[in-house]
């Protein structure tokens, strides 16, 4: 008998797995491909950021190195040589996972979990032979699996998810990319920088349409000087393999109808909670929309089932199901945990990399917040020139009356870890004055959360 089993191994099952072993509970997990890892470790985040790494290095040695005074000549791509150097990240990544488990002394099981009551759990394994286990207390970490729309099916050949995406064996001549969010900008980065003839189409009229609308706006500026064309407001109709070829039908905005045609399609339209064949039904356990419901304390219906990550409410990304993940363990401890998902940040990893964290401008302007806002230039930062990465700004949303930061949002160089500092002025309530007379090393990047904050406070940045 298991203290708790966890179904899923991705970000939210193994930090769970080991927050539970490491508060003495005797804890199994349940993972039904062969490595562990899930979606983020072995084709999602990990791979995807191997794969935009290895393309900026790239980009910048064709594009860039001219104007740091460096000359390269006979630069080209081994595509085989940069997918196999992403395919031994993920391996270390996913071996460091296995690790963990056997240090934290976690049972690992492989094979298709599935409820046969609230205390026995059914694995089916690849060799179709089944396995059960008896458990006091149950996480559901499952993910979720690419969505698509009417009129696309994916054969997984020319019309592609982010899966396929990630071990193309050729460079495209051209691509279409169904959304223009995340994943869609990230992998259409990819391949952009490769030489790809990238075309996004989107459905919204803008791109990243549930960040902050600056954002998305910068963004298209700098990625269509470098290449790529984006065609908003446009509503895919369907989608049709002829040959080697892909021809993408949408109606624009003023309802016309408009033909892509593309080598490959990559279909980006967001993810759907995986809670297929797990039994749920057999104890009680009903979706909502695909997901399932919990309470304050990520608890299901069911006492002593619990839900965390993609399956259940919130965005779908790997740090907040961790969160999750830590929270159910220690809350089934008796510790009193919280999660502030308001201080949880969302990051585009392309380049500029995009983050944000907080409330966005339109949705303090929808709640009818009094509020002020200040930013600052990229252009304007001494370090941002000395490395000739001048594109993006920093912008911060205060409140009116408090100067309490509500929220920050950022696109430039390094901002995925830039971010961090916003968060913890979230988490600890801070106002943009408090930031703006922290001290912040220079040159550097961060110097520009100070003067967006020197910029919401008093209107008074030092350097713009």
Request: proline residues 3%.
């Amino acid at each position: 008998m298991y203290d708790v089993t966890i179904i899923g191994s991705g970000p939210g099952g193994y930090v769970a797995a080991i927050r539970c072993a490491q508060l003495g509970m005797k804890t199994a997990i349940i993972e039904r491909y062969s490595t562990l890892g899930g979606t983020c470790l072995n084709v999602g985040c990990i791979p995807s950021k191997a794969l935009l790494d290895s393309t900026e290095h790239y980009h910048l040695a064709k594009h860039s190195f001219e104007a740091h005074g460096i000359q390269v000549t006979g630069l080209q791509v081994d595509l085989v040589k940069m997918m196999r150097r992403k395919n031994e990240v993920v391996q270390q990544t996913c071996d460091g996972v296995q690790y963990l488990m056997k240090k934290n002394k976690v049972d690992v099981f492989h094979g298709h979990g599935s409820f046969v009551n609230t205390n026995t759990i059914q694995i089916a394994k690849a060799d179709g032979s089944k396995e059960t286990l008896e458990t006091r207390k149950t996480i559901l970490a499952t993910g979720s699996k690419p969505s698509s729309i009417p009129g696309v099916e994916i054969d997984k050949q020319r019309v592609i998810t982010s899966t396929e995406a990630l071990t193309l064996q050729e460079i495209p001549e051209e691509m279409v990319v169904i959304g223009g969010g995340v994943i869609g900008l990230e992998l259409g980065q990819v391949y952009s920088r490769l030489g790809t003839k990238v075309r996004v189409i989107e459905y919204a009229d803008s791109i990243l349409p549930t960040m902050d609308r600056a954002l998305g706006k910068e963004l298209q500026r700098v990625l269509k000087k470098k290449g790529m064309e984006f065609y908003l407001s446009h509503s895919v109709k369907n989608t049709s393999v002829q040959g080697k070829k892909v021809l993408v039908t949408a109606d624009n905005k003023k309802g016309m109808e408009v033909t892509f045609q593309g080598d490959y399609c990559l279909v980006s339209v967001g993810r759907r909670p995986y809670t297929d064949n797990l039994g749920l039904e057999s104890i009680g356990i009903q979706t909502e929309k695909g997901q399932i419901p919990v309470n304050d304390h990520l608890e299901t219906s069911v006492p002593g089932i619990y839900a965390i990550g993609d399956v259940i409410r919130g965005a779908m990304l790997a740090h907040k199901a961790e969160e999750e993940g830590v929270y159910v363990a220690e809350t089934m401890a008796g510790q009193k945990p919280h999660i502030n998902y308001m201080a949880i940040p969302g990051v585009v990893y392309t380049w500029p990399e995009v983050a944000s964290v907080g409330y966005t401008e339109e949705e303090l302007k929808a709640k009818e917040h009094a509020y002020k806002s200040g930013s600052f230039p990229f252009k304007a930062l001494g370090r941002a020139r000395a490395a000739n990465e001048t594109d993006g700004f920093i912008k911060v949303l205060a409140d009116k009356a408090t100067d309490e930061i509500l929220g920050v949002h950022m696109i430039g160089a390094r901002i995925a870890d830039l971010i961090a500092e916003a968060v913890v002025a979230l988490e600890y309530r801070a106002s943009a004055e408090d930031i703006s007379r922290i001290s912040h090393a220079h040159p550097t990047f961060t110097e520009a959360m100070k003067e967006a904050c020197l910029a919401t406070t008093e209107k008074r940045p030092i350097h713009l």
